[in-house]
């Protein structure tokens, strides 16, 4: 390595990472935290693996009408 070369910077945590550092941040149970992330994964990959920053309030209806409709997911949850 040449040593005017500086190191490439980490590239930052992937989301669900964030999400769940955050909520330890926030010292939500691991439980809490578990379950968060398991509905977030859920919502990218009901998505075809789309990041969330790239969509809206229409993917966020359409991901709810299919839990409350084709999952029977209790309005509640």
Same mark, same amino acid.
């Given at each position: 390595?040449?040593? $005017? $070369?500086?190191?490439?910077?980490?590239?930052?945590p992937k989301l669900?990472?964030? #999400?769940?550092?955050?909520? /330890?941040?926030? %010292? =939500?149970?691991k439980r809490t935290?578990?379950? =968060?992330?398991?509905? *977030?994964? /859920? =919502? *990218?990959?009901?998505? +075809?693996? /789309? %990041?969330?920053?790239?969509?809206?309030?229409?993917? *966020?209806?359409?991901?709810?009408? %299919?839990?409350? #409709?084709? /999952? +029977?997911?209790?309005?509640? $949850?």
């Open positions: 390595m040449n040593p $005017t $070369t500086q190191p490439s910077p980490a590239p930052p669900l990472d964030q #999400v769940a550092g955050k909520m /330890r941040l926030l %010292h =939500y149970s935290e578990s379950a =968060y992330v398991d509905w *977030i994964k /859920r =919502y *990218i990959l009901f998505h +075809n693996k /789309r %990041h969330p920053r790239e969509m809206c309030a229409a993917e *966020i209806e359409g991901f709810l009408s %299919h839990l409350a #409709v084709e /999952r +029977n997911v209790a309005a509640s $949850t």
